[in-house]
Nanobody
Framework: QVQLVESGGGLVQAGGSLRLSCVASGRYDMGWFRQAPGKEREFVAATRLSGNTFYGDSVMGRFTISRDNAKNTVSLQMNSLKTEDTAVYYC???????????????WGQGTQVTVSS
């Protein structure tokens, strides 16, 4: 059973920064998704074991995904946060990561990020 444990959510003012982390119980391609109330799950960023990274359009240039393969950890550095970034953020893992959430078999419990104006 793959386990993903997220940390780092919280409340921040617009323009501020937060860092999310996710520890996996193995080595996988990993992604971050988010879901706001009443909205569909949205792709944020993903990183493959190969080192390739890719981002959703709404976070490009503001968020950075990174990974430490030795620790099976992926992090999401979120800068210049906007109120529209408010959502529950989920870490996901799979043998082959994409930007489509239904491709991921394993999910963390989610962590709330709230950006105030």
């Amino acid at each position: 059973q793959v386990q993903l444990v997220e940390s780092g959510g919280g409340l921040v003012q617009a323009g501020g920064s937060l860092r999310l982390s996710c520890v996996a119980s193995g080595r996988y391609d990993m992604g971050w998704f988010r879901q706001a109330p009443g909205k569909e799950r949205e792709f944020v960023a993903a990183t493959r074991l190969s080192g390739n990274t890719f981002y959703g359009d709404s976070v490009m240039g503001r968020f950075t995904i990174s990974r430490d393969n030795a620790k099976n950890t992926v992090s999401l550095q979120m800068n210049s946060l906007k109120t529209e970034d408010t959502a529950v953020y989920y870490c996901a893992a799979d043998q082959y990561g994409t930007s489509w959430w239904k491709d991921y078999d394993y999910w963390g419990q989610g962590t709330q990020v709230t950006v105030s104006s």
